[in-house]
């Protein structure tokens, strides 16, 4: 009797749901998710081979001209890369799935007879809205906290081996702000062992009275305490009267806010941040005074926005691939492949106005989609229902 009742009441809540909204419940339903979600990884599988043999022929003689072993470059880089390549490749694999499938069941007219037989292009869509969302969700915990992790070791290996001469950013004459009123010098810092040379730590009374200053040779991080040890040290007191105390030591330990990674940036530390690691870090960024965060905020801001390219690709590949063409399958997937240039060539245009300020980093990373996701809705409103 209970069972009956609950039966009942799963049934009355599915009716009420609109039909468009609806879980893909059908055997036919079923059968588009599979068809689609085994297509996706086909494709996925296509292009991570493709990636990588592409990244060897171009990159080849870099690591081996550097010293490279093929067993660190095909047993270590290369499987750490493709999660990377996951990430980017996924809206394409997606997308040439639903077009692959969505132009079969429309050449063979199954999806004409469906239409005709009353139901809407709206309701065929319900599984692919699925898998898409799917992939949304997936592709979003993956860019966050999984695809970091494996970033950590390409992007040691590309600043070793590819690209070396430009892997730092800001290293000389680096000025960081440690509090309100305190400002940190270095004339230079070594990332590789954590230590920054003719140092300079001032503070501040007011907006242009000196109160105290620390002069140092070198500063060193200190892991196990984390905390920074200065050597050769000069203090320096200045009262009102402009005269001044002055006081030597050969070494002093120090707390400051600033760490060893706000001193040595490189291009690519957001990409091997998860992302509560990299809030954290532009957060001490912007306390310690760095500028040229351009770059890393849109690093940071496509961790949240590249994933919605899967749901959004799906909205424009169905009713594109759902209309009948001369060409068949050719044709489709030739607008399919200017479609995902057009869409990677928008976010690529964006970016650099991005890092250089012009447009908000946000603005710079949701840009492309957002217009994407217009161009959907236009084209699912004029595609035949």
């Known amino acids: 009797m209970v069972k009956t009742r609950l039966r009942l009441l799963r049934n009355e809540v599915i009716r009420s749901i609109p039909s468009f909204l609806r879980l893909p419940l059908t055997r036919f339903e079923r059968h588009i998710a599979a068809r689609l979600i085994k297509g996706f990884v086909l494709f ?5 081979i493709f990636f990588i043999v592409l990244h060897w022929v171009e990159y080849s003689d870099d690591f081996l ?7 660190e470059v095909f047993l270590v880089y290369y499987p750490n890369y493709i999660p990377e390549i996951v990430r980017l ?4 694999a997606l997308f040439l799935a639903c077009i692959y499938h969505t132009g079969k069941l429309a050449q063979e007219l199954q999806l004409t007879a469906l239409q005709t037989s009353g139901v809407s292009l709206y309701r065929l869509m319900v599984p692919y809205l699925g898998v898409g969302l799917l992939v949304t969700v997936a592709m979003f915990g993956f860019n966050g906290w999984i695809v970091p992790k494996a970033n950590e070791t390409v992007v040691a290996y590309d600043n070793k ?3 070396p001469s430009s892997s730092t950013v800001d290293v000389s004459e680096v000025h960081r702000q440690n509090g309100p009123n305190t400002i940190i010098s270095v004339g230079y810092y070594d990332r590789r062992d954590n230590t920054g040379h003719r140092v300079s730590i001032q503070q501040f009374k007011n907006a242009t009275q000196l109160e105290y200053r620390v002069d140092a040779n070198r500063i060193v991080w200190v892991d196990s305490t984390e905390t920074w040890q200065l050597h050769s040290v000069t203090r320096r007191w200045f009262d009102d009267t402009g005269m001044t105390r002055e006081q030597e030591a050969g070494t ?14 490189t291009q690519r530390d957001v990409e091997a941040m998860t992302i509560p690691v ?8 912007r306390r310690s005074g760095a500028g040229h965060l351009g770059r890393p905020l849109v690093a940071y801001y496509t961790k949240y926005a590249y994933p919605f390219a899967n749901l959004i690709v799906v909205m424009i590949g169905v009713p594109l691939a759902a209309v009948r063409r001369r060409g068949g399958q050719a044709s489709r997937f030739a607008i399919g492949l200017l479609t995902a240039f057009v869409y990677l060539a928008l976010q690529k245009l964006a970016e650099p106005f991005g890092y250089a300020g012009t447009l908000p980093p946000a603005f710079a990373a ?15 409103w004029r595609t035949r229902k």
């Open 65 to 71: 001209d550097r010293g490279a072993t093929l067993q």
């Open 44 to 48: 996925v599988g296509a292009l991570i």
């Open 366 to 380: 949701w840009f492309p989609h957002v217009a994407f996701a217009a161009i959907a809705v236009i084209v699912l």
């Open 89 to 92: 490749t996924s809206p394409l």
């Open 252 to 265: 002093a330990d120090t707390t400051l806010h600033v760490f060893p990674r706000d001193f040595a940036r």
């Open 161 to 163: 081996y590819l690209n």
């Open 278 to 285: 990299a809030a954290e870090y532009l957060d001490a960024l």
